[in-house]
């Protein structure tokens, strides 16, 4: 079935660097994967979605990239901020589709100033 | 603005005492999904409505029922909550016919206890 996995840990960097997350998945091909924002009591919220055929999206300072051979997606944040931390989730389109999602469980994301 | 409104925001239930949980949306789309959501794991897709159309995932229990009496409203029933039923309960909707991918839209969600 298919699977995704970011890492579990909680992910600190020092306010001002670039913040790196992983999310990596298996046993499926997807033609889009999403980046989501999910703060703590709240639902996730949109960030980015990017296509199969895109190497690299980027909006203001969020960048996301699709390997498709690694089967990897990367989620940059760049010139970190405490205001960043968050937990960050990633999830593709089911193989049936039916506008449904599969999540990753996400990583949390601590920004120390 | 547009929104998902989730209703209540906490809820606190008696082991086996139904609840309903509520769901609004203003943004006028056609499909809508109920989540549940433990802590540090993925939301868990429940069911979802397309357009009237009710799709109930495989693994959801029984003791999970939900209404969508109109477009712009969907409830989630719980006949008898049991302690694993604790949990982060969110309600999403998505556009069909944007011509996009199915970005998901979430209420702020329901946190439910259960004694």
């Known amino acids: 079935s298919q699977k995704i996995e970011q890492n579990s840990e909680a992910l600190n960097i020092q306010e001002g660097k670039t913040a790196t997350l992983t999310c990596n998945y298996t046993n499926y091909s997807p033609a889009y994967l999403q980046w989501y924002r999910q703060d703590p009591g709240r639902g996730p919220v949109f960030l980015l979605l990017i296509r199969e055929n895109e190497k690299e999206k980027r909006k203001e300072r969020l960048k996301v990239t699709f390997d498709t051979t690694l089967k990897q997606s990367l989620f940059h944040i760049t010139a970190s901020q405490p205001a960043d931390s968050a937990t960050y989730l990633c999830?593709?389109?089911?193989?049936?589709?039916?506008?449904?999602?599969?999540w990753g469980a996400g990583t949390k994301l601590i920004i120390k100033p | 603005d547009a929104m998902v409104i989730q209703n209540p925001r906490y809820q606190v239930t008696q082991f086996g005492k139904p609840v309903t949980l509520s769901c609004s949306q203003t943004l006028n789309h056609n499909v809508m999904y109920w989540y549940q959501q433990k802590s540090s794991q993925a939301p868990k897709l429940l069911f979802h409505y397309y357009d009237k159309d009710f799709n109930n995932e495989a693994d959801t229990p029984d003791n999970f029922q939900s209404r969508r009496p109109n477009t712009s409203f969907c409830f989630l029933d719980i006949r008898s909550p049991g302690l694993g039923d604790a949990a982060m309960y969110l309600c999403a909707t998505s556009s069909s016919s944007s011509g996009g991918r199915p970005i998901q839209y979430f209420g702020a969600g329901t946190r439910l206890s259960v004694l």
């Open positions: 999830a593709l389109e089911g193989a049936d589709s039916n506008y449904q999602l599969i």
